[in-house]
């Protein structure tokens, strides 16, 4: 089976691209180092050709409003450019919970990558991942006040991104779903408490402030970005993951 991964260069896309071709297929990270530009399309057509699955692991490069005119922008050309090609399955990856926050302008954008995927011309799947334990590098920088860190108590779900990759490649290799399959951690945390296991791990003097008005996360309402009934649950433990860094 040939695959076209258009991000394949990145955390998800480089590990997706990996995973392909130990299991045989014929993998290509399509990115503007070899060509193929989203957002204009150039090289698409390339790119894509001879291709059975595109999976689209592209991000915005900001998370303000000018991620929805990108998105938009990105899965138009993508889609079309597939159709011409006779691509027979597309795959993104997003957000478990994306449709639940609407106070957000990255997760409107997210929602609409999903609703033009649906309404497009190709078979298509979503994987719906929970937070990346990665995530967390960035988010202990979002609201710092000298040795304090405000973060809200939002409920995560959070999980490695080497498992998220997995299912993206399994549901990749597979027959289009044309529907949604979520996938997140075995644990659950308020965003808070994992702000302080991870500066334990490393011991880092820095202070976690719980603060509901702090960060992107304070806009989510309740449990959204937990996974809902029947999502596929990793195995790593967040605790595990950290011990796995040292």
Do not use: C
């Not at 999980?159 to 659950?188: F, H, M, T, W, Y």
């Amino acid at each position: 089976m040939k695959i076209a991964v258009l991000g394949g260069t990145g955390l998800i896309g480089s590990q997706v691209v990996k995973l392909m071709r130990e299991h045989g297929h014929e993998a290509e990270p399509l990115s503007p180092a070899n060509g193929v530009d989203l957002l204009t399309g150039e090289g698409l057509d390339q790119g894509l050709k001879g291709a059975d699955v595109v999976v689209n692991l592209t991000n915005s490069p900001t998370f303000d409003d000018k991620s929805i005119p990108f998105f938009r922008t990105t899965m138009e050309n993508m889609l079309a450019a597939a159709e011409r090609q006779g691509v027979g399955h597309a795959v993104i990856l997003s957000i478990v919970g994306v449709d639940q926050v609407p106070g957000l302008d990255y997760y409107k954008a997210k929602v609409l990558q999903e609703e033009i995927l649906k309404g497009g011309p190709v078979p298509w799947s979503i994987v719906r991942a929970g937070q990346f334990f990665e995530f967390m590098k960035s988010v202990l920088s979002w609201v710092v006040d000298g040795d304090n860190v405000h973060l809200p108590s939002t409920p995560i779900q959070p999980l490695a991104s080497a498992e998220i990759a997995r299912k993206v490649a399994q549901v990749s290799a597979g027959k289009p779903l044309n529907d949604v399959v979520n996938i997140v951690g075995p644990e659950v945390f308020p965003l808070d408490e994992l702000g302080r296991i991870a500066l334990a791990a490393k011991n880092d003097p820095r202070k976690i402030v719980t603060d509901n008005t702090a960060g992107m996360f304070a806009a989510v309402e309740g449990d959204v970005l937990t996974g809902p009934a029947g999502s596929v649950i990793a195995t790593q433990t967040f605790r595990e993951f950290l011990a796995a860094q040292n």
